[in-house]
């Protein structure tokens, strides 16, 4: 398993603007690789004619009636293997194989260490293998603030304790904050740049991971049901606050951007506001960050398995549709300036994030990680199963069916564990919890003499055996199985 190790890096005044031009030449160089792939790419869909010539033997070809590269327009396009057979080269291995022409006609960039040249061409290469996969989008040129990183590969890069070599910049020390475990070996290194300075990120392989655990290992088991007043819900009613530390910052950010509005564009103290303002952003990442590190690990250290709803953020934050009214010639309201609260925060809480963290904590220590289909998982009645949108009222989940109420976030949960346990079919005893407060709604049910009818009808008796159970509820009786409660 692979794990990686943030520090802050101490470099001198000389090291840190001799990085600031790597990074520099490293994203022209990238954009500039980027535009050849992009000209090769459009090259293949939508041929154009022009003056070419034949890579190989470099004679004219005219007109041109089908591309000549798909990958890159410069370097060498042909390789010879082992066995002297000639072979097309990879997008990536054209690319690389033209760097030495590079250095020679720019030779400002032999100024720069040259494995953070090679990989920025491979980050590139990642970038369209992900687009051909369809996992990414068609890649973008990079703007400054959005290329802030360079990557040694494994073994370029020396250790002495707190102290580290970087090909091209010489030793600096660095805050090592956690020791590096005995005999590691670092694979990649990266060099990043942050708001408050620089940091590397060095990347272990840990040798000593357990065995993830079979199904049937599992002891304890728990559902987390994600949310917004509370981060999430656990299945046997514990609670995780949100703490919202983008909302805790909201008032700074907005004197700050109003300050730096007022300044003029492109002087330093607009510079300087704004820098401020990166450091406000910086916090508020630190502290999630460290906030769900420690949800992460008290979830991962106290259960075997931890089932999960597999929600679609990305769609729950799409935009709402517009709405066109054709007798007033206009567009209506349509919700959306009410919706980009609830996007901020969802983007605040940031569920994906902890998610990630707790399947990297589950595989270091041996936890099995499930995502179920949430599906009515808020609406669906965990005892007797029946799915109504009027069972949930806010906070409180009261089934229609079967009076069985409780806090619907924590009901969600349950709903979540019994879905994922019977998918990876365990049998587990899951603790049966009833809200301490009983509903308002309940209450004036029990008045009425009719009992509601049941929209399910799988079972005709179940409202009334519903009825008693909650009776002995409401007695401070609970019962372990409803058939006890029907004698
Ligand atoms: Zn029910």
Redesign the pocket.
Known sequence: MLLAHQSKLQPNQTQIAAMERCLHLLRLQYNFRLGERIEAYEQVTQPKLGEYSDLETKAVIYPLTCSISKSALYGEAYKTNKKGEVKRKSAYEMQSSDLPNLKSLRPWYKEIPSQPLQQTLMQLDDAFQRFFKGLGGYPKPKRRGKFRSFTYPAGACEFQGNKVRLPGFGWMRFHQSRQFPDGFKPKKVTVRKKTNGWYISVCLEDATVPATPQPNEVKTAVGIDLGINKLASLSDEQTIANPKFYKQQEKKRKRLNRAASRKQKGSNKRRKVYERLARVEQKVTNQRNDYQWKVAHRLTKKYDLIVFEDLNVQGMMKRCKPKWSEDESRYLENGQSRKVGLNKAIQDASWYSLKQKIKVLAERYGVLVHEVNPRHSSQE?S??G?VSPTNRDKEKFL?E??N?HADADIQAAINILNRGLEELGIKLKIRRVTSKSTPKKLVERQGKSTVKPVESGNKSDKPVV?IQLSLFDLMGFCPESPSKSVI
């Open positions: 009645c005892q007797c029946f089934c069916s079967c069985y519903a």
